[in-house]
């Protein structure tokens, strides 16, 4: 696998493009992670973090969508939807800064 | 933590459950090529949950096991060298080459020191410019633009003492092998999140086409792994084989472009051996050639003279190919346990044997006993 | 005791009055020889910084000690840990606080330590001085006289810094807890408070993992803890710190001792943010990182309200959860019941936790 895991981007200290740095929060615990492939994260926002390295911003919209669904379909069981045909994916779009 | 504790909710799993459950016409075969997806389904009971429903085959999925033993080998043989520190993840410290694992090399008086990420081994070359520090680079897609950076932020820093001895290995080329065995039971495959975050997932598109198979990109916790086991079912119930996006908050269908670009830089795609599989074309990564200073093997130029394959009983390819349960395994819990372990499955703790001889021994309730054999749905 | 004769205006407060080696202030070879410079080591540095009582420092080849009302508890304990210093503690801490928590778990009152260093030649004098300093600190903490001890140098090389042996005698106190074979079914499992802190602690500084803050371990003495439910009158089964191996390998044993077994929750674990956060992001699991100030008990039913209340009235128990239960004996000894409700077998625990990327 891949242990990844999403922490909260709390501060930005470096934007050079190879040596970008921010500190992510994952619970009680700060560490500081290269952002190089995620150089257009903000403050506030989640990001996954693997071996130091952010590899994604999470889909704040896409994972209340999940959820919702889900939840949903607990409460009707009737509504259950299938999966979305990949065409189907909505696009990442970055969402305002909660931290400004 | 969030994005995680939702994920983990007793109700929703219970509701997924349920749904396969109703939906399930017969046994269907899956399988996750993800160690941190099999851990997960044997760490929460997922596989004991979906007994008699869903047959869950756990392919080759942790990058630690399969690394050849030859390059533990190579990487203790560093550790020796005056002046190398050899560096990698803590869980491959533990992993035995044919000789030694790097901890024992570090017992031997080698300097091994385990790092979180591959850019604190370039801190460390920074910090000991007497040294030439080496990082033993493992892992699937996912670890590639880490291992990519670090040689891209050791190039720019001058460091000429900063080495790689790379493992990686691509997930793809080996569900392809796994796939194009005649006698494979893998009705759809469970595609690992974070190999997809980087990846993307229209690469599966080609896949999914050529074998009919259904493809879901699944996540991690309870709830993303049944998420992705139920959409497999839907799919196989319906006649269906659609690439889908189950762990939509974090993979985009294109991945992440910015890490794939960092890939680009420094590697191109290779052959490549994996332990217990043998080569597979186009498997790995390979340094680019203005990148081959960094290349650790040149330390041992003189001593590298590559070797047969470990001869071994284990029947690794079977396993692996999910053509063979672990515990239906000769050796299985005897001769080979994660403390002895006979081959690439037993020899990490995500690798599916090893998981298995971790949580599937538990039995503690008993099981329904089938009244079918278990193989004649597969 | 020699050291009186050299009087406080001689030295600065603190310092060790000793010949330098060229560097200026190290542990040499000579300081471990029996000689001149032993004598000053011991006199003028060691019993200088440790504190002065009534049964400490008397010279001669023993120590002589009153005959103690009650049976006696004998323990011994070495510490190596790297690194010496660590975020919430130091070695000297750990020498005196494990020894000390060795007897207050088997429900004594610690009494008398002994105390050994093997440094390795050309140790840095400051650190020794600053590892006395808490040996002092922490032994007027949980009052307890060090009442004899041993240096040795050992050449540079043949050993890591430096090490500590402790060896500690206390006094039983009735009710003497039965012990771990007497823990029966439907006994409930209590931690004394969050799990996990001082193996994390240890793995970020040896590991150098940059977090901040940097996690801090738990090292402390359980003593209170002890004179709180002992004087409240709570009976238990077993008590035990959960040092090397976590709470599993306290379970561990303890379900083989008694033939049952044990059964935790997941979810009921107490776990500081630190903690839960590193063992997501390293792929560690609590139950396995080492404690320094952490007691699991074994408590029948009966007492389980009255132990809880006790132990959130203290400062190191505020926290204290019950985390599993006692089952009759079934085919493994210890089982984690995950989030979902299906139960895992706990594998025992082998080697130290290691972080991983799979």
């Known amino acids: 696998m891949c242990l990844a895991v999403p922490g909260r981007v709390v501060a930005w200290i470096n934007r050079h493009p190879l040596f970008a740095m921010a500190e992510v929060e994952f619970e009680g615990l700060r560490r500081p992670c290269h952002m190089a492939c995620v150089p257009e994260a903000l403050l506030g926002q989640y990001v996954i973090v693997h071996a130091g390295v952010a590899i994604s911003i999470v889909d704040e919209a896409a994972a209340h969508k999940t959820l919702q669904e889900l939840r949903a379909c ?19 779009s970055p969402l305002p800064d909660p931290a400004r | 933590m969030k994005h995680l504790d939702e994920y983990r909710d007793p109700a929703l799993a219970r509701q997924l459950v349920d749904r396969i459950r109703r939906h399930a016409s017969r046994r269907w075969t899956l399988m996750e090529v993800c160690g941190g997806q099999t851990h997960s389904l044997l760490r929460h009971g997922i596989d004991q949950e979906l007994d008699g429903l869903v047959d869950l085959l756990h392919g080759p999925g942790c990058p630690v096991c399969v690394t050849p033993a030859e390059q533990i080998d190579q990487a203790c043989r560093l550790a020796q060298l005056p002046g190398v520190v050899v560096t990698s993840f803590g869980d491959m410290l533990r992993v035995p080459g044919r000789h030694s694992s790097l901890l024992q090399a570090r017992r031997a008086g080698g300097d091994v020191r385990l790092v979180y990420s591959p850019l604190d081994a370039v801190k460390l070359a920074q910090r000991h410019p007497d040294r030439v520090v080496v990082f033993l680079a493992v892992g699937f897609e996912t670890t590639v633009p880490a291992t990519a950076l670090a040689v891209l932020q050791a190039t720019e820093l001058g460091l000429t003492n900063f080495r790689i001895l790379t493992a990686h290995v691509r997930v793809l080329p080996a569900m392809e092998v796994i796939a194009g065995e005649p006698t494979s039971q ?29 493809v879901v990109v699944t996540g991690f916790e309870p709830v993303d792994l049944l998420e992705g086991i139920w959409e497999c079912v839907r799919q196989l119930e319906a006649g269906e084989s659609h690439v889908v996006n189950a762990y939509q908050r974090s993979v985009r269908e294109t991945g992440n472009e910015s890490g794939q670009r960092l890939i680009e830089r420094v590697y191109s795609v290779a052959d490549v051996s994996w332990r217990g599989l043998g080569t597979i074309p186009d498997g790995g990564y390979q340094l680019r050639p203005e990148f081959a200073r960094c290349d650790a093997r040149l330390l041992l130029q003189e001593a590298f003279a590559p070797s047969a394959d470990e001869p071994t009983v284990c029947p690794a390819r079977e396993v692996l190919l999910g053509r063979l349960r672990p515990p239906d395994c000769p050796h299985f819990g005897g001769s080979c346990t994660p403390e002895t372990p006979l081959g690439a499955p037993m020899v990490s703790g995500e690798g599916c044997c090893a998981a298995h001889y971790r949580y599937a021994r538990s039995a503690l309730e008993p099981r329904e006993t089938s009244t079918g054999d278990d193989c004649d749905v597969k | 005791m020699t050291s009186s004769e050299t009087g406080e205006s001689l030295w600065p407060s603190g310092a060790c009055p000793l010949p330098r080696d060229s560097d200026g202030r190290q542990v040499t070879l000579a300081h471990g020889e029996g000689g001149r410079e032993t004598r000053r080591l011991i006199e003028n540095c060691i019993w200088k910084l440790l504190p002065r009582t009534r049964y400490s420092g008397q010279g001669g080849d023993a120590a002589r000690l009153p005959r103690p009302d009650g049976a006696l508890a004998f323990t011994t304990d070495s510490y190596v840990v790297t690194p010496l210093f660590f975020p919430g503690g130091d070695i000297g801490e ?22 050994a260093f093997i440094v390795e030649e050309g140790f840095p004098m400051s650190d020794l001085e600053a590892i006395l300093q808490s040996i002092a600190a922490a032994a007027t903490r949980t009052e307890v006289e060090i009442v004899t001890g041993d240096t040795k140098v050992v050449p540079r090389g043949a050993a890591d810094g430096i090490y500590l042996n402790t060896s500690g005698v206390g006094v039983f106190v009735e009710p003497i807890p039965p012990g771990p074979d007497q823990i029966q079914p439907g006994d409930m499992l209590v931690v004394s408070g969050p799990i996990g802190r001082h193996g994390l602690a240890i793995l970020a500084a040896r590991e150098n993992l940059g977090f901040e803050p940097a996690p801090l371990s738990d090292c402390a003495p359980v003593t209170d803890l002890f004179r709180a439910v002992r004087s409240a009158g709570v009976q238990y089964r077993a008590a035990r710190d959960a040092t090397r191996g976590g709470v599993a390998a306290v379970c561990q044993e ?8 044990f059964c935790l929750r997941e979810s009921a674990l107490p776990l500081s943010d630190e903690v839960r956060g590193a063992s997501e992001l390293l792929g560690l699991d609590p139950l396995f990182l080492a404690n320094e100030g952490n007691v699991t008990w074994a408590v029948p039913p009966k007492h389980l309200t009255e132990l809880l209340r006790v132990l959130h009235g203290t400062d190191l128990g505020r926290q204290a959860a019950v985390i599993g239960e006692v089952r009759p004996h079934q085919s493994v000894s210890v089982v984690v019941a995950g989030r979902l409700g299906r139960e895992r077998v706990l594998e025992e625990p082998s080697g130290v936790p290691l972080p991983r990327i799979c």
């Open chain 3, 94 to 115: 750990l020498a005196v606080y494990g020894t000390v928590n060795d007897l207050a778990v088997m429900g004594a009152v610690p009494l008398w330590l002994s105390l």
């Open chain 3, 254 to 261: 303890w379900a083989r001792a008694s033939r049952t077994t």
């Open chain 2, 186 to 214: 893998v009705q759809a495959f469970l595609a690992a999140g974070h190999v997809c975050t980087v990846a993307g997932h229209q690469v599966y598109d080609s896949f999914c086409e050529r074998h009919r198979l259904p």
């Open chain 1, 74 to 92: 607990g409460e009707d069981p009737a509504v259950e939807a299938g999966g979305v045909p990949v065409d189907g994916v909505g696009h990442f």
